[in-house]
């Protein structure tokens, strides 16, 4: 019995290595050689508990940050900046009508964006580009204003960290919705946004990376190939439906909102999340949906593994 559990943990481990490694094209040697120098070395854990400031639209939204507070643990703080399908670009631009920004931003946690990065209040400082992001690279020039924002916060603290929020697609997305995240998590997220930062601003405290499509892809590998754990039966079951029940197709379920917290988390205090507590309250005080225990479980052991073997996330071994 224990030798057939290990050969099934051996499957289960090479299906998450190939999610990692496989499916990706190369970036060209010199951008790689880039990208290495600046990850080279691992970021320190954290001593005290974070302050953190969320810049983005609504898949970062007030659930997720509400999550990552409470597996956080008391003196975790966050404040925020939303809209909806916002562009960084757009969001630099005081004067830019943002779409959804009384909405979004109607709640005691909203700071206005630049007065909260510039006060260097923040230990950390957190990026979301809009979705779809080959249209965010192409009209919306999403390698200069993540460096804006970036900069920001790098002249108005010297221990501010900056971190990029890689996040996904929608599930029906013509290219399919694995390859995209396969595909575009080196070619765009490293090679355009993270690399286009460092060729601007230089290698030094280099922006890190929050590798949720990175999690979700791993995860829903998993999950598959075990033919659903708890009440994750797949994929789908990380998004949200409606009150009908359609699904919808870019926006997190309470599952969802789950796993991308504990991604949050493990980045951000270079902690493995394995262990931590499952079921956890939305922003509103609601109890949200929570794992079953294996689901919870897996999730945990996941975001850990991703996270220990992608150096942009700062985690290291």
Not at 1 to 25: E, G, H, Q, S
Not at 145 to 162: C, F, H, I, Q
Not at 219 to 234: K, L, S
Request: no cysteine; charged share 20%; aromatic share 8%.
């Amino acid at each position: 019995m224990r030798k057939r559990r290990l050969t099934t943990l051996l499957i289960l481990a090479a299906i998450m290595a190939a999610a990692l490694y496989v499916f990706r094209p190369a970036l060209d040697a010199q951008t790689q050689e880039l990208l290495d120098k600046a990850h080279a070395t691992p970021l320190s854990p954290p001593l005290e508990p974070l302050r953190v400031f969320h810049l983005g639209h609504s898949l970062v939204g007030r659930d997720m940050p509400a999550m990552l507070e409470q597996l956080a643990g008391a003196g975790h703080s966050h404040a925020s900046q939303l809209g909806w399908g916002t562009s960084l670009r757009q969001h630099w631009y005081p004067e830019v009508p943002i779409n959804g920004f009384d909405q979004e931003n109607d709640h005691p946690r909203f700071l206005p964006a630049r007065e909260a990065i510039r006060s260097g209040d923040f230990d950390a400082v957190i990026l979301t580009e809009m979705v779809e992001l080959r249209d965010a690279i192409a009209h919306h020039d999403s390698p200069k204003y993540k460096s804006n924002w970036a900069d920001l916060a790098r002249e108005a603290s010297l221990t501010t960290r900056v971190y990029l929020y890689e996040t996904w697609h929608r599930l029906d997305d013509p290219d399919g919705w694995l390859t995209r995240l396969d595909r575009d998590f080196e070619t765009l997220w490293q090679g355009k946004i993270l690399a286009g930062d460092i060729r601007q601003s230089g290698t030094d405290r280099a922006t890190r990376i929050i590798p949720a499509g990175q999690v979700m892809a791993a995860f829903t590998r998993r999950v598959e190939a075990q033919g659903g754990v708890g009440n994750v039966a797949d994929r789908t079951a990380l998004f949200a439906r409606d009150a009908n029940g359609a699904l919808d197709m870019i926006h997190l379920s309470d599952l969802g909102k789950y796993l991308v917290a504990l991604t949050h988390y493990a980045v951000l205090y270079k902690r493995s999340p394995i262990g931590l507590p499952a079921q956890l309250n939305r922003a509103d005080g609601s109890p949200a949906t929570a794992p079953t225990p294996d689901a919870a479980r897996l999730m945990q052991e996941v975001v850990w593994h991703v996270i220990q073997n992608l150096p942009e996330t700062g985690v290291g071994t």
